[in-house]
């Protein structure tokens, strides 16, 4: 069964834990958005604020989902 399905270059949730998956790293980004725009001075100050932290959660969820996708003609 896979939990994501191709669409272009992306991936887009096939089944509940896709989907599961998906919120938990969105819900994830928005908290960290929320508290570091509660602490910055400019968009700038968010931005490098929440860099460090939705760079490795979004390449995450693209790692999962790129070996979870079903792409035809991968090797895995």
């Given at each position: 069964m896979h939990w994501f399905r191709p669409c272009g270059l992306l991936f887009l949730p096939a089944?509940?834990?896709g989907w599961a998956l998906s919120?938990?790293?969105l819900?994830?980004?928005?908290q960290i958005?929320?508290?570091?725009?509660?602490?910055?001075?400019?968009v700038s100050d968010t931005?490098?604020?929440?860099f460090p932290f939705w760079v490795p959660a979004l390449l995450a969820l693209a790692w999962v989902a790129?070996?979870?996708g079903g792409r035809a003609g991968s090797s895995r």
């Open positions: 089944s509940v834990i919120a938990g790293t819900i994830f980004c928005a958005a929320s508290a570091i725009d509660r602490q910055s001075h400019s931005l490098y604020g929440i790129d070996r979870t």
